[in-house]
């Protein structure tokens, strides 16, 4: 059977995304690279973990430092995966750092040795200036701030306050950052210094993320100020609150040294959703006029909208034609498992009924949501309706949870009191 190492490698990367993991993708020779099935190594900063792809001795080496729950669940499904595919893993512990015997080489030799250090392992310094401008460098990129009022250095935090102008400069051209939003300018620094322009498609992004940011934040803060949320309109704040996270986020991820990467590529997700349904605000937030601050935000919010509509479908018309092959073997093992709550013990079955889903999207999905139970955290009225449908769904194919349908019921009942029974949950 030949292998495929491109379809091997984007399995693997998908993998690793499901668990929520910031990846760094490299070649044979180390250089970091674009495409997820260019790559041969995966390096995961946290938790400390390299899976290398060894084609001509068909193998897959998976590497941590320390072995955990998580990296055994991960070792089990890198298994799978390699049989899947004729191969063999090789798992090995190298203790608090992955050195570079046995091929599991850290990230930062790897820069050393192809000579891209001075690229990728560049920071953002220190953040100086005069009373009237601040100065924060990265190598040959430089932001210029322009504030307002006088710069006091003995509050902390004025240097990003008062913004009147932000200019990004690179190679003695300067060019004015259209936000006066640092987080953005701070991603478009890395952006340049990576080798973009102020005018491609990823600067587009991050200009239009700060348009957003602001309009979000400014609806937010308005219908909150003017007590205009209520119960019919909650959900449309809650998500502009979800995304003006989701942007510091990725603003966040843009300027890193290891994390840029794949920030890059998963800003077309959010600018490429269809506007099939119009939110009409005017309907939901008025006063006695309808505020330009409301209608502003009207766009982005109908975006947000349809994006989270087409993933709730697609995750409900997945788990409909989702089998879970394997649950019951895999949540078998909590028996013989103790936990400190219950929280704990569905969290972790909630994870095992990821696993064993063969879409590795919903995969993905019930994973965070058992992260998110063990963690102490509620699940949302859509996250109950999900992990409800996918119990039925595993039942209907093997006895999953109970031998009989009144124990079901009585995991169901167990379901509801991780839930808000304020409101009745949608059929």
């Known amino acids: 059977m030949a292998i495929s190492v491109k379809t091997v490698a984007d399995k693997v990367f998908n993998l690793l995304k499901g668990y929520g993991f910031a990846v760094d993708t490299y070649d044979k020779e180390g250089v970091t690279v674009g495409d997820p099935a260019d790559a041969v190594r995966f390096y995961v900063e946290d938790p400390d973990l390299l899976v290398t792809l060894n084609v001509p001795q068909e193998e897959i080496k998976f590497s941590v430092s320390a072995n955990t729950e998580e990296t055994d669940i991960l070792r089990k499904q890198l298994k799978q995966l390699a049989q899947s595919y004729l191969m063999n893993l090789d798992f090995r512990v190298f203790g608090k750092t992955l050195k570079p015997i046995s091929d599991a080489i850290s990230v930062a030799k790897a820069s050393k040795e192809t000579g891209m250090e001075?690229?990728?392992?560049?920071?953002?310094?220190?953040?100086?200036g005069s009373v009237k401008t601040s100065y924060q460098p990265l190598d040959n990129v430089k932001i210029i701030v322009k504030h307002s009022k006088d710069v006091n250095e003995e509050v902390?935090?004025?240097r990003s306050r008062n913004i009147?102008?932000?200019?990004?400069?690179?190679?003695?051209?300067?060019?004015?950052?259209p936000s006066k939003n640092l987080h953005g300018a701070r991603a478009m620094a890395r952006h340049i210094h990576n080798g973009g322009t102020m005018h491609d498609t990823v600067a587009e992004s991050i200009?239009?993320?700060?348009?957003?940011?602001?309009?979000?934040?400014?609806?937010?803060?308005?219908?909150?100020?003017?007590?205009?949320?209520?119960?019919t309109n909650g959900e449309?704040?809650?998500?502009?609150?979800?995304h003006i996270e989701n942007i510091r986020t990725t603003f966040k991820k843009l300027s890193g040294v290891k994390t840029y990467a794949n920030a890059v590529e998963s800003l077309a997700e959010f600018n490429n959703v269809e506007i099939v349904n119009e939110v009409n605000l005017e309907d939901h937030f008025t006063e006695t006029h309808f505020d330009e601050k409301v209608g502003n935000a009207h766009h982005t919010l109908s975006r947000l909208v349809n994006k989270q509509s087409a993933f709730e479908s697609y995750i409900m018309d997945t788990i409909q034609t989702e089998s879970f092959k394997n649950a019951k073997t895999l949540m078998q093992e909590s028996e013989v498992m103790q936990f400190d709550t219950p929280n704990a013990q569905l969290g972790y079955r909630v994870?095992?009924?990821?696993?064993s889903a063969s879409s590795e999207k919903l995969g993905g999905y019930l994973n965070g949501i058992g992260s998110k139970l063990s963690g102490g955290g509620n699940m949302s009225q859509f996250e109950y309706r999900a992990v409800k449908a996918s119990l039925l769904s595993a039942q209907n194919s093997t006895p999953v949870m109970a031998e009989s349908t009144d124990d079901l019921g009585k995991y169901e009942s167990f379901l509801d009191t991780f839930t808000n029974t304020d409101k009745p949950f949608a059929q």
């Open 156 to 158: 902390r935090g004025s």
């Open 118 to 128: 001075s690229v990728t392992e560049a920071n953002l310094g220190p953040v100086s």
């Open 351 to 355: 994870s095992q009924l990821g696993q």
């Open 207 to 231: 200009i239009g993320m700060c348009k957003d940011f602001g309009s979000i934040k400014e609806f937010v803060g308005y219908v909150t100020k003017k007590g205009l949320v209520n119960e």
């Open 164 to 177: 009147n102008k932000i200019f990004i400069q690179a190679n003695e051209e300067r060019h004015l950052f």
């Open 236 to 242: 449309y704040v809650s998500l502009a609150k979800e």
